[in-house]
């Protein structure tokens, strides 16, 4: 017996990283996942590699409502339902505020904010007249304030905002709405940022590990296991929270 069998999950970005390590872990236990992700033969290669039930791939831009609206229908059909939500979709574009472009600034916004706006309202279709639903965003420490970042941590503290409130709003329909804040996470995101700032991937990394009380990076199996958690019915008395899970790097 999973926690998730019988349950149909959408994750958002989960052809690799962090989404992918989510995908693997609700696999695990019972759950048929949508990938969902920007390139459709991507998603639907990290699909074939999942465990268990049957699990979809399905190439959507999270920020184009005409694609969110066909991955959830999408899903519902070929999946039988849908249960949990995790907006876990991201991109960074850096740099300090002089420098950032218009672009730039909308592009953030729209991944991680209008996405999850979006994901949101096409599940909270399927969520409300069933009385059941999950929801787990994805925001990050980089909320809390970062050089460099000033749309991401923008958008990820406007993603602690939206959680709060699609929980006031939707807990009385059986749903939860939680966001989970990791700290630095070994992937491609932060692979890229170690080009970016010039640092090889094992000294940037083992920066990061010295920057935190527990003295190692997290792994995409870290973030998993916390959004395990929250889409679990053992949470159900947990809503509107973020969760950081960060090796303690934001305890100063
Ligand atoms: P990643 O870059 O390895 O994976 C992100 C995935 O999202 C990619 O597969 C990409 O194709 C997909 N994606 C990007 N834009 C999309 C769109 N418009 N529609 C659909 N899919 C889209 O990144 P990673 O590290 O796995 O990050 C996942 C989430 O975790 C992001 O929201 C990120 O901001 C957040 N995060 C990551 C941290 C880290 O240290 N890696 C720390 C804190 C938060």
């Known amino acids: 017996m999973g926690r998730f069998d019988g349950r149909v999950a959408i994750i958002t970005g989960a052809a690799r990283g962090i989404g992918f390590g989510v995908a693997e872990r609700f696999a695990e236990e019972g759950a048929s996942v949508a990938v969902v992700d920007l390139d459709e033969s991507a998603a639907a290669e990290a699909a074939s590699r999942l465990p268990g039930a049957k699990h979809i791939g399905v190439g959507a831009n999270v920020a184009k409502a005409e694609d969110v609206e066909a991955a959830v229908k999408r899903t519902v059909e070929e999946l039988g339902g849908l249960h949990i939500l995790m907006n876990n979709a991201g991109i960074t574009r850096d740099n300090l505020l002089f420098k950032m472009t218009e672009e730039d600034w909308d592009l953030v916004m729209g991944v991680h904010l209008k996405g999850a706006f979006l994901m949101s309202k096409a599940a909270q279709a399927v969520f409300v007249p069933q009385k059941y639903g999950k929801i787990v965003n994805v925001s990050s420490v980089s909320a809390l304030g970062n ?106």
């Open 147 to 252: 050089r460099g970042q000033a749309n991401y941590s923008a958008a990820k503290m406007g993603v602690q905002g939206f959680t709060r409130t699609l929980a006031i709003e939707l807990g009385p329909y059986g749903v939860n709405v939680n966001a989970i804040a990791p700290g630095f996470i070994a992937t491609e995101m932060t692979d890229a940022t170690a080009a970016r700032v010039g640092m090889s991937v094992e000294d940037f990394r083992a920066a990061a590990a010295q920057a935190n009380p527990v003295r190692r990076t997290g792994e995409p199996a870290d973030i998993a296991a916390a959004a395990a958690f929250l889409a679990a019915d053992e949470s159900s008395y947990i809503t509107g929270q973020t969760l950081y899970v960060d090796g303690g790097v934001t305890l100063g």
